[in-house]
Nanobody, 117 residues
């Protein structure tokens, strides 16, 4: 069983920065895809960024150049560095490990990010 604990959310002014962390317990962290999603009120959950086991990254167009996903396999932790934040970045942010082979798919509890104008 894998548990994910997210931290780093909060209230920040537009133009500010936050760093989200997602610490995983259990096994398999280094072997699977890791990702950050977000869900704003009244909207569907969307993929923000992902990083594969070999370190390849993908970022949504809306955050390219501002957000950076990274990982530390030794700490079983995935990060999301968020710079130049905008009010439209306000959402609950979730980390995800997997999916992998249909059975390894874990989500964090979510952390609120609020950007004021």
């Amino acid at each position: 069983q894998v548990q994910l604990v997210e931290s780093g959310g909060g209230l920040v002014q537009a133009g500010g920065s936050l760093r989200l962390s997602c610490a995983a317990s259990g096994t398999g962290f280094s072997l699977v895809r890791k990702a950050w999603y977000r869900q704003a009120p009244g909207k569907q959950r969307e993929l923000v960024a992902q990083i594969t086991s070999d370190g390849s990254t993908t970022h949504a167009d809306s955050v390219k150049g501002r957000f950076t996903i990274s990982k530390d396999n030794a700490k079983n932790t995935v990060y999301l560095q968020m710079n130049s934040l905008k009010p439209e970045d306000t959402a609950v942010y979730y980390c995800r490990l997997g999916p992998w082979r249909g059975v390894y798919d874990y989500w964090g509890q979510g952390t609120q990010v609020t950007v004021s104008s």
